[in-house]
């Protein structure tokens, strides 16, 4: 890291106990010690929550924030710092449960009902175990803890079949181990497997090798941070930041799914999106007319290729400027709105968060915020200016309460037009002509904020958390001046708990093979980092892919959260028409079988919106056992993703003979079925060689997956029944959610939730419907069973829990 060359070490001793340890780390607890080594602490104190020890000018205190969530914190100078964060609210932080005092005269320490953690005595050594003894996470011998002036490095110790995965959307495969990484975001146009840092910062990472062991890691802090699994130090994990305080959480499983709601209950969950926002998304750097926009539309609906959203970039505005329209080519954005939402289509705005500086020209962003004093500013206490899109720029000064709201109200006209969603791109942030791509680090901001103390910061501190705090601005915004409606708000860059404002896309990817392979890892990695409805720009921003790239793009990411396709200016057009009716229908086809899909899909976001398990997965995350093994194959699990516990993707991601490549796949212990046929797969050993057109896809046995009929747009009400199509297996349930799609009554009831299970007996298979939750009315009057499989010769018996379920019809396949 930068800045450790100068450094003050906190030397750490390790005794003949530390020692044992170490040789047997993860597997057993330690050999006890002769003699206990020489205490060098000062002061000890002890908590309801925790415990808290002095070592010459080092105070550490560790305090349990949930049973299975430890939060620790390192000061110098025999003082802790400020507690205030951006990324766990104040209302997390201040509970605690209470713990039971464990210490004995080699360490202080105490117990909850699922850890005991540990503070040696003479070393500030941290070792956290499971109540059965096994290591969760521990300090690595040697120099652990190591200060400089500002700076500082934690060493942690890794396990032999330790993987790490998380900290946002960043490239290198799956799995971090043996690299290493910089969080602090940056304008990385066409970046490549190797480029680090991107655009968002989320120093989170989940970490396990099995079903019993797994963790994951906070570090709550917003200055530029590294993290080193094991690249620089064999079996050791390195991580720290040039500044701020030393403050992280260590969060329990033990299966990995555990860890993530764990983080999710520190640091958010994504709110539920309307659902329009899960259909298929067109966009391009530029649409420059608003005839085009129209001439988009009507393309969609004369084809009857679905479709949900038509996004407007910088070339809709006045001069680039934000909150303007070009009144030449949008002359009348609110009719427009209105002619598109007719059509079944929303429409999202691109709105960078920086402003036109143009004193004197009745550009209202800018004269009302010069007049409520809402820009960052240089050290000399002048306006900092930046050239951006529109020339010179100033910046609002997020991390004032104030000046966010300013800002949130300055959407008022776009809602009025009928604005469906805010785009925030360029918000690193993101400045022209300068080698950093950014601000200097001593532009000032000032924090004015409820839970921190009142004062000044310098981009330093501010930078990772500068986007975070836009798209907070632009989500409050909404949501005040249409309270009862979902706000979507697409953001670039993010910190850790920047899912509670916005959705997000990795960037400006490239349409190459490469980067369609990238993609996947990404999108995993951001789910398991909070940001659970996630996309990539499909078909790749920059460049221009070819037929067979873009159907198979769009074959794959059809299973994705976010399902958005997007371009750079001056390439020949991407729309699922644009390459010939061949490849129209692929995509068409897939596209199709997202809608059909979308009750599934539409349950899993409600589930994530509540428990912030991702949509898409990691196979890992239900089959846990596959945890340790190797990720670096194209074969293997790192290519390959779950969409929810049922559905299994095996992506074939290379291309050039992308109709002639044959790979291999095993899948998971279990029964699966071919989701396209229905029919049982004999064997876990598969070989795929699927043509352009096809898509290999298994679904899990013991799965009841609802789909709808075929509808254009998500304003449609399917004509025809509730499908349920029924996989006989173990343990065989399924849910469905829904609501109205886009409005905040789901929050005072008004949903529909309902399990469905089914058991076998012999030849016989029941299905149980059960009783529904909430009040909101089933779109359908008749449901249709799919039991697929051929299992059993005689018809499914039905136990309706519920007594408006509506006529049932049986199929057998």
């Known amino acids: 890291m930068r800045g450790m060359m100068r450094r003050t070490i906190v030397p750490v001793m390790v005794g003949l106990a530390c020692a044992a340890w170490a040789s047997t780390a993860r597997t057993q607890t330690p050999a006890q010690a002769p003699l206990p080594p020489q205490s060098r602490v000062t002061v000890t104190a002890g908590f309801d929550n925790g415990a808290e020890v002095h070592i010459d000018n080092i105070v550490m205190r560790v305090t349990a924030v949930r049973q299975s969530i430890v939060r620790v914190r390192i000061g110098r100078d025999g003082k802790l710092p400020e507690d205030a964060s951006w990324a766990v609210p104040s209302q997390v932080r201040s509970t605690g449960v209470r713990v039971h005092p464990a210490s004995d005269a080699q360490s202080i320490g ?42 500082f490095s934690l060493r942690k ?74 690249k620089s130090e064999r079996d050791v994990l390195r991580f720290g930041a040039e500044s701020g305080p030393i403050d992280y959480y260590i969060i329990y499983g033990p299966h990995p799914k555990q860890v993530l709601e764990g983080y999710a209950l520190l640091t958010g969950t994504q709110p539920l999106p309307p659902r329009w926002a899960l259909g298929f998304q067109q966009s391009r750097y530029s649409y420059m007319t608003a005839a085009r926009v129209r001439e988009i539309a009507t393309n969609f ?65 800018y004269d009302s915020g010069r007049a409520g004093d809402h820009f960052v500013h240089n050290p000399d206490g002048s306006v900092y200016v930046g050239k951006v899109w529109p020339g010179d720029s100033v910046f609002p000064d997020f991390t004032r309460a104030a000046t966010r709201a300013w800002y949130g109200a300055l959407y008022t006209d776009f809602a009025k037009a009928g604005v469906s969603g805010i785009w925030n791109d360029m918000n690193e942030p993101a400045i022209f002509e300068r080698l950093d791509k950014t601000m200097p680090l001593d532009v000032v901001s000032r924090i004015d904020e409820p839970g921190f103390v009142k004062r000044t910061a310098t981009q330093a501190e501010i930078h990772n958390i500068f986007g975070m705090q836009n798209t907070r601005a632009t989500y409050d915004g909404l949501r005040t001046l249409n309270p009862d409606e979902r706000a979507f708000v697409l953001t670039r860059a993010s910190f850790a708990g920047g899912q509670r404002y916005a959705y997000t896309w990795t960037g400006d990817n490239s349409a190459t093979w490469d980067h369609l392979r990238l993609a996947t890892p990404q999108l995993l990695n951001l789910g398991m980092s909070g940001f659970v409805f996630s996309g990539v720009d499909v078909g790749g921003y920059a460049g221009m892919p070819s037929p067979e790239l873009m159907s198979r793009w769009i074959a794959i990411h059809a299973f994705m959260p976010l399902f958005r396709a997007h371009s750079e200016s001056g390439m020949p057009d991407k729309e699922p028409w644009a390459q010939g009716p061949i490849h129209e229908a692929i995509r068409k086809h897939f596209i199709e079988e997202r809608y059909r899909l979308m009750p599934y899909i539409y349950t899993l976001a409600e589930e994530a919106s509540r428990t912030g398990i991702p949509l898409a997965r990691p196979v890992f995350l239900e089959f846990p056992e596959r945890m340790g093994r190797s990720f670096g194959k194209p074969s293997d699990d790192a290519s390959s993703f779950m969409l929810g516990s049922a559905l299994l993707i095996a992506t074939p991601q290379f291309g050039g003979s992308a109709n002639e490549y044959r790979y291999g796949f095993n899948l998971p212990a279990g029964e699966w079925y071919d989701y396209w046929t229905g029919r049982a797969v004999k064997t876990h050993e598969i070989k795929l060689a699927p043509r352009i057109d096809q898509l290999p896809v298994f679904v899990r046995a013991g799965s009841i997956i609802p789909r709808q009929a075929l509808i254009q747009h998500d304003g449609e009400t399917p004509k025809g029944p509730l499908e349920l199509h029924i996989y006989p297996g173990p343990d065989c349930q399924g849910t469905l959610y829904t609501d109205d799609g886009h409005s905040m009554a789901y929050q005072k009831g008004v949903y529909l939730r309902q399990q469905f299970r089914c058991t076998t007996d012999g030849d016989r298979l029941t299905v149980h419907f059960d009783q529904r939750e909430g009040s909101f009315p089933a779109f359908w009057s008749t449901v249709a069973l799919y039991v697929h499989g051929g299992r059993g010769k005689a018809a499914p018996r039905i136990i309706a829990d519920h007594p408006q379920m509506g006529d049932v019809m049986v199929s057998i396949n």
Request: glycine letters at 10%; hydrophobic letters at 40%; aromatic letters at 12%.
């Open 110 to 151: 105490f117990s909850t009902d699922a850890l005991d953690v540990r503070i040696d005595r003479a070393t500030l050594r941290l070792v956290v175990r499971d109540k059965v003894g096994r290591v969760v996470s521990a300090d690595a011998p040697g120099e652990a803890l190591q200060l400089n002036s500002t700076g």
């Open 157 to 230: 110790v890794m396990g032999e079949h330790e993987r790490f995965f998380g900290l946002g959307d960043k490239t290198g495969g799956l799995d971090r181990r043996d690299h290493a990484f910089t969080l602090w975001n940056t304008d990385a146009y066409a970046f490549g497997d190797g480029s680090d840092p991107l655009y968002k910062s989320i120093p989170f990472f989940l970490a396990g090798g099995d079903a019993q062991s797994s963790y994951g890691l906070l570090l709550d802090n917003s200055f530029r941070s590294s993290f080193d699994f094991g």
């Open 301 to 365: 609906r004369r084809r009857k290729i679905p479709a949900d959203v038509i996004y407007m970039d910088i070339d809709y505005q006045d001069r680039n400027r934000p909150f303007t329209t070009n009144p030449k080519t949008f002359p009348n954005i609110k009719s427009l709105m209105g002619e598109m939402k007719a059509q079944g289509f929303h429409i999202v705005t691109i709105v960078d968060l920086h402003v036109a500086a143009a004193p004197g020209q009745n550009y209202l962003p």
